[in-house]
């Protein structure tokens, strides 16, 4: 089963399935669910089909859960990290000020 952009899937135990406002849909198989739920913050995922949410690249970031794309660090600002990272890519804030030189 393929996951929206933006949301990746997972299996869950029936027994450990709750009802949360992030999951897209679900459906039942036997003893097992799979559910869509929204990409975290620092992630995104482009298109209906790709396996997992990637980490925003170097210079991006995403503040929102079920994001498509990241945002670019406003002008005069970096983040380094190669995409290896999420927590480095969750906010505006996380984009530094670029050095003098």
């Avoid at 929206?4 to 997972?10: D, F, H, I, Q, R």
């Avoid at 450990?16 to 999951?23: A, D, K, M, R, W």
């Avoid at 799979?34 to 503040?63: D, H, M, Q, S, W």
Wanted: proline share 6%; glycine share 12%; with cysteine.
């Amino acid at each position: 089963e393929e996951c929206p952009a933006g949301s990746y899937g997972e299996f869950k135990e029936s027994n450990e399935l709750e009802t949360q406002g992030l999951s897209w849909f679900s459906f039942s198989d036997g003893s097992k669910s799979f559910e869509c739920e929204p990409c975290p913050a620092g992630r995104y995922k482009r298109i209906t089909g790709e396996e997992e949410c990637l980490v925003c690249p170097a210079g991006t970031y995403t503040g929102s859960t079920g994001s498509t794309r990241c945002q670019s660090c406003p002008s005069g600002k970096y983040i380094t990290d190669d995409g290896d990272t999420e927590n480095l890519h969750k906010s505006e804030s996380d984009c530094l000020k670029c050095p003098v030189g």
